[in-house]
């Protein structure tokens, strides 16, 4: 059995340390104790065979201890000296003093605090084990001293037997065994040392020790046997680092002892060394690894907040500036997402190869994760340093990577802080530098920015928009507003697109541009968007079942829900919540949600549509150049940017552009829908054309629930003001004006129109993120893709 002594004046330190002791073996004991002088009064009358002590504590230090232990005598008849008894000294203090300390004062080895516990269990085991050898030696030249005392008759054959049994004892020992005298003779060494130095053992004994170790190990081990002789102690194991007769790196943990003569002088010095290398060269990869990038093997973010925190003190000492650059690629997910992360990897690898070449020696290159990196450029006179390696970064990447015959280029955003100017611990300036390098993509992507004082103002304004939205969540300050959307064939209301309005504490009512982007970036848009999916498919109920006209509710979805929900799930479970059919809802999404065309994305849309819900693609044009997803995506309805209306007058290219939509929509069998609609020569020019349905402020803006229900309940649509406009078409047409407002409706925002034609149900769409179409100049820009 196995005694292991635990000293730590932390209840928590000690229980996982001796828990960590008992799982070493079954017949492990451990002896537990917080107080120093506690721990050394049951060391004076027990016995123990590893010790592990804590360096801080309050009344005695780890060193102190140490030493008093060594000095021990035992006292009780079951009590074995310490002398020799491992220690291993837990430090939080990574200098080289302290260690020094511990080791001077006995300590066998140390470990720094907070402990991995494979490293506690991989030493303590091995430290027993030389223990426990220590022991198997010493009991036997104890039992052979024994024999030699009680049988005076056979002194030289027993002692000749003993040392030829003690001999074979030693060589089987997993550890190299020599001892040396006063004038550094070997005087035995056994089989492993032999064998490691190449020689019979015969060869060795009595000569110097040089022809056992060389020359600079010979001269180490000489200096620390004439301690040994002088004081008469064991000196505690010492990591010795050496080089084979093949010239490998060999690692070992050494440890001296006096050997004595009957008469108790020390007449030679055992040295043990037990092989370490695998140990320390497995503790070095998984040093490399914790601090290095395992795709690229760049440096990563530990490695780099060290790195930081190395220069930060080197600034304080003196006049240094650095330079940290951030740097996101520009389109990595594009290149994932077409042609597979295995490329994404390779390319990752080739922009990591391009920054090492790009930058100096001494800079420091760090990937930080995903598409991310990081260089610390030391030593600059300015910022026109950090400047001309922005341009350089840039121009490396924006060449062309080739991998499997796809040429790669990603390009990259740069984020730029200089020390001590924008920062001076590493959080600080790494989250500016992101900061600007958020700055240099919104400005346009491939580029670069330095850090600006006006930066870390925004960024806290956008903290507390997020506070605010998810209090404002909590709270219900969030509205709908809907706008009407016209059958060109029939004059009449279709539906109602319905746009999210804030009424944010203490503030005037808040449209999506305001805090659209930051709901997305935190993901708050996906309960955000679930509370307007509920309320929009409620308030069409309540409409229906008032005895208005039916109309189809379309609600624009996020990305964020596809990646984060089961948006079939979600949309299946609000109809079932408010009773609305199927039929009424028309889900509205981008071209980006459609274009990522992951399988479940298909499955859970085809199955949604199965049961009467309609799909629209919102702001179809603007987004990306594939059509693919039209024919194989469950499409119903596409909607043509206010963009393209806007300028569909006056720009040959835009009316081209509405006229090539309007043309593909029908021969896809698909509704087409304009929104942005401000004058009645867009309204005339899109009829021309055959769009199906439109919306804009040319009717109406969009009003609450109430006000919608009583434009259900009018009997006529009519422009918002009174105009007489004659715009000729490019067809030879004319357009009629719109006839003129009844006066007892001329204040109203829209004059309501007829129930729902029977030639087809009307479409009323509620966009959770979107704003109404021709926004007017005195309201703030929305985002979205609504009118």
Known sequence: MATILILDDRTTNRDIFARLALSLDKDVHVQAFGDPHEALRWLGQNSVDLVVTDFRM??????????????????????ASVVDVPVIVITAYNDRAYRMRALEAGATDFLLSPVDHYEFLTRARNLLRMRWQQQVIERRAESLEQELEHTARSHEELLRDSRAALAQVIDTVPAMISAADRQGRCVFVNAAQASFVGQPPDTLVGHDIERLFGHERALR?????????ETGMALPGREEETT???GLPRIFVTTKAPLHNARGEVVSVLTTSLEITDRKLAERRLGHMAHHDALTGLPNRAFLRDRLRRELARGRRGDHVFALLFLDLDRFKAVNDALGHHLGDELLRAV??????????????????GDEFAIVQTGINGAEEADALAGRVIAALSEPVVCEG????????????????????PDELLRNADLAMYRAKAEGRNAWRFFAAAMDARAREAMQIEADLRAGLARGEFVLHYQPQIDLR?????????????????QRLSTPGTFLAIAEETGLIVPINEWVLLEACRQAAA???????PVCMGVNLSPVQFRRQDVQALVMRVLEETGLPPDLLDLELTEGILMDQAPETVAGLQALRALGIRISVDDFGTGYSSLNYVKSFPVDRLKIDQSFVRGMTSEPNDAAIVRTIVELGHMLRLQVIAEGVETEAQLARLKSEGCDEVQGFYFSEAVPAEAFAQLLRQPQARPRVEREVVVPLDRGTEEPPPPVLPPELSGSPLLPLPAAPPSGKPAARVIGNATESNPPATRPAAAGSGD
């Open 221 to 229: 081990s000489r200096a620390l046997d004439q301690l040994v002789f």
């Open 543 to 549: 409409w229906r079942e008032a005895g208005l006209p």
């Open 406 to 425: 796809h040429s790669l280029s990603a390009g990259a955003s740069i984020g730029i802080t200089l020390y001590p100017r924008d920062g001076t611990d």
């Open 490 to 506: 029939t004059n009449r209301i279709t539906g109602a697109e319905a746009l999210l309005r804030w009424r944010r504490s203490g």
């Open 58 to 79: 309050p009344e005695m230090d780890g060193a102190e201890f140490t030493r008093r232990l060594r000095g021990l005598k035992p006292a009780g008849s079951g009590a």
């Open 352 to 369: 990591a190869q391009r920054l090492k070449a790009t930058v100096r020696e001494d800079d420091i290159v760090a990937r930080l994760g």
């Open 244 to 246: 084979s007769p093949e």
